[in-house]
């Protein structure tokens, strides 16, 4: 079924129908009522708060609810709800209140994202706006397709300061994505501070493609973004990239090098030139102490080592060191995520990400039989940094030109022949930053395409269709205006003027 278009909401919910009635209206003496007894769901309320008294104006008082008759208002609410899931969440609109479910804190969080979207855009507005502050009325019961709804951000090619990362924290959540995977290291700059090898930072993080200064996150700054990431229900993933793509850490220690010498910084864009010492003990003494450290720093389940396009090193070394490192993030408590060509290892790590659509996928789908999870993430349709078309400033070409049809218009399930449902942990959205400089060109890029790869994330395919998906992005447009986001009208949408 697809949500009504004047709902607008994206993602799309799993059902969405309109009551009857005026629906709520927000005023002066609204207040957020939060379930007694979890102070979780009370941060949610005050979160909420947050978001609405900057633009409202009005005080929005965050209580505790009592007892019975306290259920006017905008009320959340924890439920037993099995069939919700953790993320899943109700939500009813009537005249006197707006009742938020879920079983927990995470689907609150999930259904305030649309609560603000029934809103007017003017809501995200950061000075105070004039009414009304109109919800319509409507009975939506929602959860997602996938459990991994991702989006990457490569902060190795140029730097991105912890402000610039929060904002784009804020920027995916809005869309419900839980996971924000982060790309630390590349041959252009190490971005985080690793206490027992201290020029990874020092002098791998004071690079970035093009000659600017690069930078880095100490471990508090890096804390920062997980904790800001947490409180969104948003997963961090650090990503080590091994063995390939590792210049900066070359160039920081000779000894990580096979003939003792440490190249210089590099600050081009070619990819697959370098590789660790494979041979060399010292290169795995590195590896515990980088992983065992980010580990520490990393609440989530899940440790990405990279391995994409280690293109000098033989296959069968190749595959002894993916299970090698695999070993290394296990001891450290964490699962292995690694690129498509990890799949061949023996075994592959638990989860594999699918990219290269030039490339063979029987390994991926060799791991999937072997009990892999894959995270799918098409060049073709989820590279954000591809060009919208040939006249767009930013970006690259070389998996095509992604419009914003491309990104939205397709079926996890259906992408690679023998792969269904099961196997899929879900998709994430890459944002290679060869060519972006600024939180600007990031923006440029994400938007409008970020909101359709975290609906085909979210929705069931039922709920999605390319005609009612053009309007509700649109819609979108103020809000973006509202929250400053600089994006690309693309010609594909009917933006409003
Ligand atoms: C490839 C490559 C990256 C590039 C990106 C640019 C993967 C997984 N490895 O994707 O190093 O930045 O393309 O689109």
């Given at each position: 079924m697809q949500p009504p278009v004047d709902l607008s909401v994206i993602p799309a919910p799993a059902s969405a129908r309109r009551a009857a009635g005026p629906g709520f209206a927000l005023d002066t003496s609204t207040r957020i009522l939060s379930p007694?007894?979890?102070?979780?769901?009370?941060?949610?309320?005050?979160?909420?708060?947050?978001?609405?008294?900057?633009?409202?104006?009005?005080?929005?008082?965050?209580?505790?609810?009592?007892?019975?008759?306290?259920r006017d208002g905008i009320v959340l609410e924890t439920t037993r709800d099995g069939q919700l899931g953790d993320e899943g969440y109700e939500l009813e609109v009537s005249a006197?209140?707006?009742?938020?479910?879920?079983?927990?804190?995470e689907g609150l969080f999930r259904g305030v994202q649309t609560l603000r979207q029934l809103l007017p855009a003017k809501v995200e507005d950061s000075t105070v706006q004039r009414g009304p502050w109109r919800v319509p009325a409507v009975r939506i019961v929602d959860r997602p397709r996938f459990a991994w709804r991702g989006a990457a951000l490569d902060v190795a090619r140029h730097f991105f300061g912890v402000d610039e990362v929060e904002r784009y924290i804020d920027l995916i959540s809005l869309y419900k994505l839980n996971v924000l995977h982060l790309h630390l290291t590349d041959d252009q700059g190490w971005r985080i501070a690793v206490d027992g090898w201290p020029k990874l930072a020092s002098h791998g993080g004071s690079s970035e493609v093009g000659g600017g200064r690069g930078g880095f996150y100490s471990k508090q700054d890096y804390e920062r973004i997980v904790r800001y990431a947490q409180d969104r229900y948003v997963t961090v993933v650090p990503e080590v990239d091994v063995p390939?793509?590792?210049?900066?850490?070359?160039?920081?220690?000779?000894?990580?090098n096979c003939d003792g010498r440490a190249p210089r910084l590099y600050t081009g864009t070619s990819v697959g030139f370098t590789s660790l010492c494979l041979d060399k003990p010292v290169t795995y003494r590195f590896l515990d102490d980088v992983i065992g450290e980010l580990a520490a720093l990393?609440?989530?389940?899940?440790?990405?080592v990279g391995g994409d396009e280690a293109k000098t090193v033989?296959?069968?070394?190749?595959?002894?060191?993916?299970?090698?490192?695999?070993?290394?993030?296990?001891?450290?408590?964490?699962?292995?995520?690694?690129?498509?060509?990890?799949?061949?290892?023996?075994?592959?790590?638990?989860?594999?990400?699918?990219?290269?659509?030039?490339?063979?996928?029987?390994?991926?789908?060799?791991?999937?039989?072997?009990g892999s999870k894959v995270v799918l993430s098409p060049a073709s349709k989820v590279y954000l940094d591809m060009k919208y078309d040939a006249g767009t400033r930013l970006g690259l070409e070389w998996a095509g030109h992604v419009e914003v049809r491309d990104a939205y218009d397709w079926d996890p399930a259906k992408l690679l022949d023998g792969m269904g449902e099961n196997d899929l942990l879900g998709v994430e959205a890459q944002l290679w930053s060869e060519t972006l400089r600024s939180l600007r060109d990031m923006e440029f890029m994400a938007f409008p395409r970020l909101p359709g790869v975290a609906e085909v994330g979210w929705s069931p395919a039922s709920s999605r269709h390319w005609d009612g998906y053009r309007r509700r992005l649109a819609a979108q447009a103020p809000r973006w205006s509202a929250l400053a986001v600089h994006y690309h009208r693309s010609p594909q949408i009917p933006w409003p003027r």
């Open positions: 007694p007894g979890s102070p979780a769901a009370a941060r949610v309320g005050a979160y909420l708060a947050g978001v609405l008294r900057r633009s409202t104006g009005y005080p929005l008082p965050v209580a505790s609810a009592g007892g019975e008759g306290e006197v209140a707006v009742t938020l479910r879920a079983r927990g804190a390939g793509h590792v210049n900066a850490a070359l160039s920081s220690y000779p000894e990580l990393t609440p989530g389940p899940y440790l990405h033989p296959g069968d070394r190749y595959a002894r060191f993916i299970e090698r490192v695999q070993g290394i993030v296990r001891a450290h408590g964490k699962r292995a995520i690694g690129w498509q060509e990890t799949a061949g290892a023996s075994p592959p790590p638990p989860v594999v990400q699918y990219w290269d659509i030039a490339a063979s996928a029987d390994a991926v789908r060799r791991a999937a039989q072997r």
